[in-house]
């Protein structure tokens, strides 16, 4: 179940790195730049950012 909405078992979810890493509510307007100084923000601050981004490891995703 995801937010509620049940999901068959064997079915495939996908998700695009490029938008949950370009998403504005979390890394700001400027999300889609590249922008160093935005991990440059107090330690807790920056663990909100880090466990916002997805990678992928050929058929693995971690979010």
């Given amino acids: 179940m995801i937010d ?3 999901i068959p078992e064997g079915t495939v979810v996908g998700m695009s790195p ?3 890493n370009c998403h504005k509510t979390t890394f ?3 999300a889609d730049l590249w ?3 935005r991990w440059m923000v107090p ?3 920056r663990r ?3 466990a916002s981004i997805l990678t992928e490891w050929l058929t693995k ?3």
């Fill in 18 to 20: 490029y938008v949950i």
């Fill in 28 to 30: 700001g307007e400027d």
């Fill in 43 to 45: 330690l807790e601050h």
């Fill in 48 to 50: 909100k950012l880090e």
């Fill in 4 to 6: 509620e909405t049940y």
């Fill in 61 to 63: 995703v971690c979010i």
């Fill in 35 to 37: 922008n160093p100084s």
